[in-house]
């Protein structure tokens, strides 16, 4: 049976939860859709800023209409967490990649144990996948990457608006105890440890978590692991710059872009969002690329 069988409407898929603890405390929920075969691959797939796992359950069917299994993650403050942001309340990338990552992905290997591992994202999911990555290369086969991106400011149109809303962005969280995203209209409502690391990496364009030891940017120059990375052609939350700033710190990971168009999307714009109510072109490209990565 190849591990890479072709889609069918027809195959049985299963959604079930799995309860993740991290080793603070936090809980949460992995959504895991499994194919009717026993799966040889995995995918963990990480969300966009403010964005809960559940919305990505089109993307997980598409995978799993191709024999592939996936777990969603889902972030700390969103969705079933059982954490939200306030003053009392706060985290940051350390949080999310040393705790709340580390849990997720273990609890994942021990569902499908015998399934390599490829981890994925969307936004601000990709830039933190390739960091998961980059500081667990041995545990990751390859990168799967859609309209993600550095947010550093010189690599978007309208840069100084944009380095002014990185520069207002975390003493306004620092001010509220959180940031309203949700009132903003950009992301959820976000932790300030969050949003000091996400506005620090936009207006240096460098990764750093606070208090986190590791180089980041060292452990992303070592990375082998190879990427597909797919750009939205009307995304401007996520242009082509910004996705090369993010790619040219993994100079030693072999890399594959494209572009998905409008056409590719059954009537669905080609922007940061839309593409996730029918992402099955998405993946039909990711997994014909897996497929050559596997057997080479």
Known sequence: ??????????????????????????????????????????????????????????????FAAHGM??????????????CRANRQ????????????????VREAGAHWPDATCWIGGHSLGGQLACLYAGLHPQDVTGILLVASGSPYWRTFSYAPLIYLALALAAPLSQLLGYLPGRKLGFGGNE???????????????????HGMAVDIERQLAALQSPVLALQLRDDWLAPSRSLAWLLDKMPQAPKRTGIIEPGQLVGQPADHFSWMKMPQAIVAQWVAWMQGEVST
């Open 191 to 209: 932790a300030c440890g969050v949003i000091a690391d996400w506005s620090r990496s936009g207006r240096t364009g460098r990764y750093a978590a």
């Open 89 to 104: 309340h706060d985290w940051g990338y350390r949080q999310l990649l040393e705790r709340d990552l580390d849990a997720g």
């Open 1 to 62: 049976m190849s591990a890479f069988p072709e889609p069918s409407s027809t195959r049985a898929i299963s959604t079930f939860t799995v309860p993740v603890t991290a080793a603070d405390g936090a809980r949460s929920e992995l959504i895991c859709v499994q194919p009717a075969e026993p799966a040889a691959h995995r995918v963990y797939w990480l969300p966009a800023m403010g964005v809960a796992a559940k919305h990505y359950l089109p993307l997980a069917e598409a």
């Open 69 to 82: 299994a996936v777990a969603l993650h889902e972030w700390r403050g969103i969705g079933s967490s059982n």
